[in-house]
């Protein structure tokens, strides 16, 4: 079974300021996807970012990018220039590739909450 | 379509009473996810449709627990005999197909058993 992991249930950064955080998974298949998504109080979930495995190329999206380490299984979030809108909850999600024959269900880690301060 | 729709919002229910959640996904997404999030936790797999078809559940899913898709559009999801653990916020998702890995959330439906 795959299993994502989120070591920092909490992270803080200033504003303008840099942040990463971290997520590690588990899995012995090679064709699969790696998304973050940010969950804001009382708020829908929302896709930030996301990682086909099979590209080398780290993902990029505005402000957000991925260092994507394949062999290490290690999937991170870095958030430039943050601000207050991106205070929330981030979740790590896993989902085996489209290949698969199965449902496509995600794989959440337990999430970091992200505190942006002035 | 403004996206995946969940009412109610929040429900309150004693304990051993049944309780039923609706989820409206986007107009074309055949896939329909139901997601539970307890406190502190990433949201957890209960089950999946494509269309109208109940194609996999999680062994998260006791007896209690059923979920329908009639005619592949809204879906219900409903708890019998609601026990106190059964507390949690239940996220339903939507995609439209295997091509487009992309799961659109809606805001969920938090349920405090009392």
Request: glycine share 6%; proline share 3%; charged share 20%.
């Amino acid at each position: 079974a795959q299993t994502v992991t989120q070591s920092q249930p909490e992270m803080s950064v200033q504003e303008a300021e840099t942040v990463t955080l971290s997520c590690t998974y588990d899995t012995s298949e090679s064709d699969y996807y790696l998304f973050w998504y940010k969950q804001p109080p009382s708020r829908q979930m929302i896709l930030v970012i996301r990682q086909e495995a099979y590209k080398q190329q780290n993902a990029t999206e505005n402000r957000f990018s991925v260092n994507f380490q394949k062999a290490a299984k290690s999937f991170s979030l870095k958030i430039s220039d943050s601000q207050l809108g991106d205070a929330a909850m981030y979740f790590c999600a896993y989902r085996r590739g489209i290949n698969t024959g199965t449902a496509s269900k995600l794989t959440f880690g337990t999430g970091t909450r992200l505190q942006v301060t002035l | 379509d403004t996206g995946v729709s969940q009412n109610p919002r929040h429900k309150i229910t004693k304990r051993g009473q049944n309780v039923t959640f609706r989820c409206d996904p986007i107009s074309e997404h055949n896939r329909l996810y139901w997601y539970r999030q307890t406190l502190g936790q990433g949201p957890e797999f209960l089950t999946y449709f494509q269309n109208e078809a109940q194609l996999e559940k999680s062994r998260l899913l006791s007896d209690r627990f059923s979920a329908e898709r009639p005619k592949g559009s809204f879906s219900t999801l409903e708890i019998q005999r609601t026990e106190q653990g059964d507390s949690a916020m239940y996220l339903c998702a939507s995609s439209l197909d295997p091509a487009n890995t992309e799961a659109f959330f809606g805001q969920g439906t938090r349920l405090t058993v009392v």
